[in-house]
């Protein structure tokens, strides 16, 4: 993992040609896949996660772990934040359709992801790597529907059409620079986060958000209160984890409070095991899973 931010080094002009647009009106993509733009222009975005300390270093979070992210912008402008993975996942996290999911920020006043209304949490999850957040804000709404959709009404975050950071950095730099309806080219601005996903184990946990379906209690400094109780259920809201990764995260968890695998079985959409410790308790761990949301059941008795 490189503990230092990614340098912007000189950027690479886009071919006019290819996209349509005059040299001088191209937006610039640089060799680390940053849309940049090259009018000078009064509108600025500044994006970070909560453990960001100083611009020197890129923090560290492990599988498991939850994560916030913070964008804020000088004027009134509308906010689209990007996930890049290390194998090039792109996830459009904001706007979304959750409670605080609209993306249209008030000048100097800072935008939480998720906000503290949200009813669902941004967890880690592998690979391990690099990740990039990238911001683009706009004074005036872009169209996204060549990058991302909603497929129906039921889903809360859009489905993205195009994989790895250059390609999200080409589209983009359409989307700012339309052929058919241009927008002005000083009204938009972009920035930049890092953060490493690492391997690593999270002793504690924050309490989870509540949810609509089920409530769940919060966690000491040593075992999670879900090894405490009979019959916990929670349900959790991730679109970028799969249900192997949330299953893992838990059966890590019962392994180090001393429960030992008898079976597991998968079915698809329904994924689960059954264990056993030292003094004969069992504990059975269920997770149901569906457009990113897992429903999160563990008996013991």
Do not use: C
Request: charged share 15%; no cysteine.
């Amino acid at each position: 993992m490189k503990k230092n931010l990614l340098a912007v080094t000189a950027p690479l002009a886009l071919a006019a040609l290819s996209l349509g647009l005059t040299a001088h009106a191209a937006p610039r993509i640089t060799a680390q896949s940053i849309i940049v733009n090259p009018v000078a222009t009064n509108l600025a975005v500044k994006v970070w996660t909560d453990k960001s300390v100083n611009s020197a270093q890129v923090p560290n979070y492990v599988p498991g772990e939850r994560i916030r992210l913070y964008a804020q912008v000088n004027r009134d402008a509308y906010v689209y934040l990007f996930n890049v993975d290390p194998n090039g996942q792109v996830d459009l996290i904001l706007p979304n359709r959750y409670a605080g999911g609209a993306n249209f920020v008030k000048a100097n006043t800072v935008k939480a992801f998720p906000s503290s209304g949200d009813q669902f949490t941004f967890d880690i999850a592998a690979p391990y790597g690099l990740n990039k957040v990238l911001a683009l804000a706009s004074v005036t709404p872009l169209n996204l529907d060549q990058i991302a959709s909603f497929k129906n009404g039921q889903d809360r975050f859009a489905t993205v059409n195009v994989q790895g950071q250059q390609q999200l950095a080409q589209a983009l730099s359409i989307v700012v620079n339309p052929v058919a309806q241009p927008i002005p080219q000083d009204s938009w601005i972009s920035a930049v986060a890092f953060y490493n996903v690492v391997q690593g184990y999270v002793n504690s946990r924050p309490a989870p958000v509540s949810t609509t379906v089920y409530s769940a209690p919060s966690y000491d400094n040593t075992t999670p209160a879900w090894l405490t109780q009979n019959n916990w259920k929670y349900q959790l809201v991730a679109p970028q984890q799969t249900a192997s990764q949330v299953y893992i995260q838990y059966v890590s968890e019962l392994q180090r409070n001393g429960y030992h695998l008898v079976n597991r079985y998968d079915n698809g959409k329904r994924l689960g095991a059954r264990f056993v410790n030292s003094r004969n308790e069992n504990a059975e761990l269920v997770i149901h899973a569906g457009n990113g949301v897992f429903s999160i059941h563990i008996k013991r008795h």
